[in-house]
């Protein structure tokens, strides 16, 4: 069984940063593609970022650039998102995906499996 679970999220001022975990099991972790989505209320789930099976690609959503980072061990099954200068808008909640196609993509239909989430509230 494929379990994707998420950790990190909380509250946190406007500025600050937050480092945001994902722990894989039940799949073999490095043939997959790893993504980020976001969701805030009453709107779609965005991408946010992906990363490759070999850390050699990664991909971020245009308007997020520069203060998202996203990485992965493929020997502890984790993928990471850290988020730097968090602002108000960024207030949703973050799930991460995994996916079987070998290159970095943004469609969230092309992931394969989902974590349940995790809350990130940003204050102002």
């Known amino acids: 069984q494929v379990q994707l679970v998420e950790s990190g999220g909380g509250l946190v001022q406007a500025g600050g940063s937050l480092r945001l975990s994902c722990a894989a099991s039940?799949?073999?972790?490095?043939?997959?593609?790893m993504g980020w989505f976001r969701q805030a209320p009453g709107k779609e789930r965005d991408f946010v970022s992906a990363?490759?099976?070999?850390?050699?690609?990664?991909n971020y959503a245009d308007s997020l650039k520069g203060r998202f980072t996203i990485s992965r061990d493929n020997a502890k099954n984790t993928v990471y998102l850290q988020i730097d200068s968090l602002k108000p808008e960024d207030t949703a909640v973050y799930y991460c995906a995994a996916s079987r196609i070998p290159i970095v993509v943004a469609k969230f239909t092309t992931y394969d499996y989902w974590g349940q989430g995790t809350q990130v509230t940003v204050s102002s």
């Open positions: 990363i490759s099976w070999d850390v050699g690609t990664t």
């Open positions: 039940g799949l073999t972790f490095r043939s997959y593609t």
